[in-house]
């Protein structure tokens, strides 16, 4: 992780949408989908702990007057937290960038964890009172539920009930245990011949996605087992491979349906749906409205 001196720069002012869910635990979300960089400010004290999930594009977190930065990229995580000086957010938001932040009181946090505290690095005995800054990757399984939060459009009553069990599900993912008794369980994960074919295999489907081929011919296609393709997929980018399409479609349509240029047909046509009722089916399953109504809410 990177710190360096940071120039200034011309800055429009921008706002969260912030989303309280109990004493103390919130959610922060935010679009700059401007053509200026964005600067966006909130108080946060030392008692809190900080996840930042960036999603598209990037952004800068200042500190100290602006003498260090600390970037986040697309896809990309920030944890931080430090129980010796407050840590208030002062974000340079780029153009066309997402983020997604959650803020909750250390306590509270380590409250879920406390049974395996030290599981978690910066709750173990020895680190309890250190500062902690921690990068990491979005998996797609993250990634999911990002956008879920992000692109929130249920009905606003029940938004922080929704929000919680969001962030909790992306927790369990952010802290997933599993990862190196993952590579045990399969070992063919370290090799990384293998490894490469799986991200071929992805980059397969998602080339193909309207017509994507069967399991056993991407099987053949990037030379592993079925067995081997099935497991491995799930392991890389935890889901599995029609599961993992499912999604990255359903994200294609949301952003053509944005864009404007298409109507629903036309969409579904170009995600792999023959018929307007299996793609409105399909998008309702995945983001709880059908597009007609997506569309007039984004508008």
Known sequence: MNFENKPSKSVAKGAFDETFIEDGFFVLTHKNENNVVEIIEREIDSTYVQFHFCTKGSADFMFNNGAYVLNIKEETSLLLYNPQRDLPIHLELEPHSWLVSFVMPIKMFHALFSQDANYVTFLSEENKDKKYYTDGKINPSMAVVLNQLISFNLNNSIKPLYFKGKVYELLSLYFNRNEDADIEQCPFLVDEVNVSKLKKAKDIII??????????????????????????????????????????????????????????????????????????????KKFGTTPKKYIQASS
């Open 207 to 284: 080339a193909n996605m309207a017509e994507p081929p069967s399991l056993k011919e991407l099987a053949k296609e990037v030379d592993l087992s079925l067995k081997k393709l099935k497991e491995g997929f799930k392991q890389i980018y935890g889901d599995t491979v029609y599961g993992f399409l499912f999604d990255y479609k359903m994200e294609v349509a949301r952003k053509l349906l944005e864009s404007g240029d298409y109507n629903v047909n036309e969409v579904g046509l170009k995600v792999g749906y023959s018929t307007a009722s299996h793609f409105i089916a399909a998008f309702k």
